[in-house]
């Protein structure tokens, strides 16, 4: 938990401060030219997903979640010094290599240690201590940031994080072990093109998850790179923005204490369904109702939603997968989940360039509702009781 709070705390630093550092310092005006930091963001993040599951699967978690912290350390030191965008966006590109492998590898480490009794327990105590730490950062970066300004102070203190990080990465052990206990002798999947295609199309469940998360990570994109934008052009400054961008992921950080747990006594598909929809009234509240006050009961209720649909997500993944496949089937799911981000990033920003931020924002509060149907009419239920769950795959 300690690990994946410092892998949220780097990614935090850029939630308040990477949107305005490109009008500031690089004077993009362009929405599209803004988000490409995510697009790059995203797209290597799910596809450093994707391998983090594979790799976990053969070379072990504890190599898998190193790489991912020795990708984070150049990442502040390329914005502090980055004479263009460009360098931006190539610390982005490592910040999601540093994203998909660590926070990816806690993830499976949590599953490994916690077996399915207790998966969502552990899955949202994870997700928690992520997002928690992900918004002391935003709203502690926003301070530095108003007070001393966007470059260096902000950064020094991402650097600091992804050091400690690697630091306490050095001292965890192997959880592998868990996972051969647990498949009593069963093989993972050989043809991992053959598990891509089930878990995002051909099983029902994972499908719906995997669309779910998809769709749960493009309206968090539009939240992170076209919220603060969207603010500024309402004349709020830098600290009451880092409170905003804070306050989102704090009430997601800490309902997630809650959820998972909750989660594993009424079942996941419920939890999701609901939370999609208070995520799609959230958003479009945004638009509905103008000002701080009205602004940050909205940033509640988009974290409300939230915190139900995260680590339900990943527990519906790790109760429809094969033992053997789970790792694997995991990070197909954060594949999708991930590029979310990416295509939050084009389609607000293609919106909200050509018809304003009120038609993004309401773009997005659409398909985050339509998501929700989907998940109701697709979904089963995953939540076996536990007088039936073997350990047997």
Same mark, same amino acid.
């Given at each position: 938990m300690a690990i994946n709070a410092f892998v949220g705390g780097v990614v935090g630093v850029e939630r308040s401060t990477l949107a305005p550092l490109a009008g500031h310092d690089f004077?993009? $005006?362009?929405r599209a030219a803004i988000f490409s930091f995510l697009i790059s963001f995203g797209l290597v993040k799910a596809a450093s997903n994707f391998a983090a599951g594979r790799l976990a699967d053969r070379l072990g978690r504890r190599t898998v979640l190193l790489v991912g912290w020795a990708a984070a350390l150049p990442v502040p030191v390329l914005i502090i010094f980055a004479p263009s965008w460009g360098w931006v966006v190539f610390a982005n590109v490592?910040?999601?290599?540093?994203?998909?492998?660590?926070?990816?590898?806690?993830?499976?480490?949590? &599953?490994?240690?916690?077996?399915?009794?207790?998966?969502?327990?552990?899955?949202?105590?994870?997700?928690?201590?992520?997002?928690?730490?992900?918004?002391?950062?935003?709203?502690?970066?926003?301070?530095? $940031?108003?007070?001393?300004?966007?470059?260096?102070v902000p950064y020094l203190l991402a650097e600091v994080i992804a050091a400690s990080g690697l630091l306490l990465s050095l001292l965890t052990r192997e959880t592998a072990g868990y996972v051969d206990l647990e498949s009593a002798g069963a093989l993972p999947t050989k043809l991992v093109g053959q598990l891509v295609v089930k878990v995002s199309f051909r099983d029902r469940t994972m499908s719906s998850a995997c669309q779910a998360g998809m769709v749960n990570n493009l309206n968090d994109g539009m939240a992170w790179a076209l919220l603060p934008l969207f603010f500024a052009a309402h004349g709020l400054g830098l600290r009451d923005i880092?409170?905003?961008?804070?306050?989102?992921?704090?009430?997601?950080?800490?309902?997630?204490?809650?959820?998972?747990?909750?989660? *594993?006594?009424?079942?996941?598909?419920?939890?999701?369904? /609901?939370?999609?929809?208070?995520?799609?009234?959230? &958003?479009?509240?945004?638009?509905?109702l103008p000002g701080f006050t009205w602004w940050i009961v909205a940033s509640v209720l988009l974290g409300v939603g939230t915190a139900l649909v995260y680590p339900t997500l990943l527990a519906v993944i790790g109760d429809a997968a094969r033992t053997p496949d789970r790792? /694997?089937?995991?990070?197909?799911?954060?594949?999708?989940? *991930?590029?979310?981000?990416?295509?939050?990033? &084009?389609?607000?920003?293609?919106?909200? *360039?050509?018809?304003?931020? /009120?038609? $993004? &924002?309401v773009t997005v509060a659409a398909l985050t509702g339509i998501s929700g149907v989907i998940v109701a009419v697709r979904m089963r239920e995953t939540l076996v009781p536990s007088a039936m769950i073997r350990r047997a795959p």
């Open positions: 004077h993009i $005006a362009s490592l910040l999601g290599v540093n994203q998909g492998l660590a926070w990816s590898t806690t993830v499976n480490m949590k &599953i490994d240690l916690a077996g399915p009794r207790r998966r969502g327990l552990a899955l949202g105590l994870n997700e928690a201590s992520g997002y928690l730490a992900l918004s002391a950062a935003a709203a502690g970066a926003g301070f530095l $940031a108003a007070t001393y300004g966007i470059r260096p880092g409170l905003l961008a804070g306050a989102y992921p704090a009430v997601w950080g800490a309902g997630q204490l809650g959820t998972g747990w909750i989660s *594993d006594h009424l079942g996941r598909k419920r939890l999701i369904v /609901t939370g999609m929809l208070i995520q799609s009234l959230a &958003i479009g509240a945004f638009v509905v790792a /694997t089937s995991v990070g197909i799911y954060r594949l999708w989940r *991930d590029a979310g981000y990416a295509v939050g990033a &084009i389609v607000a920003g293609v919106i909200a *360039d050509a018809g304003g931020f /009120t038609a $993004a &924002i």
